[in-house]
């Protein structure tokens, strides 16, 4: 019998220490995995957007411009899946032989789906106010994907959506101008 209570009680230890063991190696792999990326970011991107016909066709094929754009953000990133930044994006518009200028000035809120593994799905809406040739509120859907390279930095493909209300400040710009596209970016 006291054999038997001797055997349970070093089999009672060794079991408990493996145990901690495990837990620690448990915790550490998890804050190794899940630890917070925190602290300013920047990001840059530019892309090519078409523009959308609108739902009545009063301007089919002559005034949905196509546009160019180089844009940047910068804000803060709270934690593994928000950031909530500004930005501005430069466009040029190409339409019905005139080129036009605008510069959307925005704020930014993106939300990363999974939690900093090496490809990431966001997406991202932006709300703001475009001045120059073409001017009035602004607003942009978008969703990608981020591959993360070391350091914190990163580099995205996106699909946006954007929506810019002409208020006639330019030739036929009294309109809704809806464009799709794509977008190349760089974070850091």
Not at 58 to 74: I, R
Not at 84 to 97: A, M
């Amino acid at each position: 019998m006291f054999l038997i209570v001797c055997l349970s009680s070093r089999f009672l230890s060794l079991f408990i220490r493996l145990q901690r063991k495990f837990c620690k190696s448990v915790r550490f792999l998890l804050h190794q995995t899940l630890r917070p990326v925190r602290g300013y970011k920047m990001l840059f991107e530019a892309g090519y957007q078409w523009g959308l016909p609108d739902k009545e066709g009063f301007l089919c094929g002559v005034y949905d411009p196509d546009k160019w754009s180089v844009g940047a953000s910068a804000g803060f990133q709270f934690n593994n899946f928000v950031f909530l930044g500004g930005g501005t994006d430069f466009q040029l518009y190409r339409s019905g032989g005139n080129t036009y200028l605008t510069v959307p000035v925005f704020g930014e809120l993106r939300i990363n789906v999974l939690n900093d593994k090496k490809f990431t799905p966001f997406g991202d809406v932006r709300f703001g106010y475009g001045i120059g040739d073409i001017r009035g509120a602004y607003i942009a859907f978008q969703v990608g994907v981020r591959y993360s390279l070391p350091k914190h930095h990163a580099i995205y493909l996106l699909c946006q959506y954007d929506n810019q209300l002409g208020d006639g400040s330019a030739d036929h710009t009294d309109f809704v101008n809806d464009n799709l596209g794509f977008k190349l970016g760089y974070e850091f």
